[in-house]
């Protein structure tokens, strides 16, 4: 898990951590249902965003670099896909 994530106090599940009753195992359900739903959505229409600017040296500088910011929005939305399953783990 994120280290930064985890002094900030935004996560400290510790990995012993079990959700007390079966109310709160349905609300991070569906909160983990709902972000993973989003992440997934934003990765499919960001993977079109990387294809349609992907022209290699041939394309502008420009071009360049927003495939470039293009990759590296993926790369983080790929890492916070990664958080998210310390979450499933819960349960």
Request: hydrophobic share 35%; glycine share 10%.
């Amino acid at each position: 898990m994120n280290e930064g994530l985890v002094q900030a106090g935004l996560f400290n599940f510790g990995g012993n951590m079990k959700i007390k009753d079966n109310y709160e195992r349905l609300q991070v359900r569906a909160g983990f249902d709902n972000v993973e739903k989003s992440l997934f959505e934003t990765r499919t229409h960001l993977s079109g965003a990387i294809s349609r600017t992907n022209f290699g040296s041939s394309g502008s500088k420009e071009l360049q670099e927003a495939h470039t910011a293009f990759k590296a929005v993926d790369g983080l939305l790929y890492e916070a896909t990664r958080e998210l399953r310390d979450i499933e783990d819960m349960f």
